[in-house]
């Protein structure tokens, strides 16, 4: 796992590249079950289109599978750590009290050539079939690719 605490020494981002992260709730806690936070998780991450080109997405109850190809000048733990604070704070603002929302750190992943980016997609795109979440991805309200 890497974080923006945590990076392998010598590991950086790169802007231009494309990555697949996967974001999970703290303790796996499936927070998005509930509709209104998914709805904000989901809204934040377009919220970030000045500093990503997402390429696909999937929120699940108790993680988010994102692609982006990373803007000019943007910072892969910068463009992480910003998501996680704007969803944690418009849940909290639901709430209306303190609620953790995230484990610390991400799992990334940096896109090698286009077969790994459509790969890395396809996997994405099924997990609310694998997850026995619907019978068809088009019936999971959560999720967005640039291709379909």
Not at 17 to 36: D, K
Not at 88 to 104: D, E, F, L, P
Request: positive net charge; glycine residues 2%; hydrophobic residues 40%.
């Amino acid at each position: 796992m890497f974080s923006s605490r945590k990076r392998l020494k010598g590991r950086t981002s790169h802007s231009n590249c494309y990555y697949s992260v996967t974001l999970c709730c703290e303790n796996r806690v499936p927070i998005f079950a509930n509709y209104l936070y998914a709805v904000d998780a989901a809204k934040a991450i377009y919220h970030l289109e000045d500093k990503v080109e997402t390429i696909c997405f999937v929120l699940m109850p108790d993680h988010l599978h994102w692609i982006f190809q990373l803007r000019p000048q943007q910072n892969l733990s910068a463009v992480i750590k910003l998501y996680k604070s704007m969803v944690t704070m418009s849940i909290r603002k639901r709430k209306g009290r303190k609620v953790v929302v995230w484990q610390n750190n991400f799992y990334d992943h940096q896109i090698r050539d286009e077969n790994d980016l459509i790969h890395q997609a396809r996997y994405i795109v099924a997990n609310p079939l694998r997850a026995k979440l619907v019978k068809h991805v088009g019936d999971y309200p959560f999720w967005n690719c640039i291709w379909l």
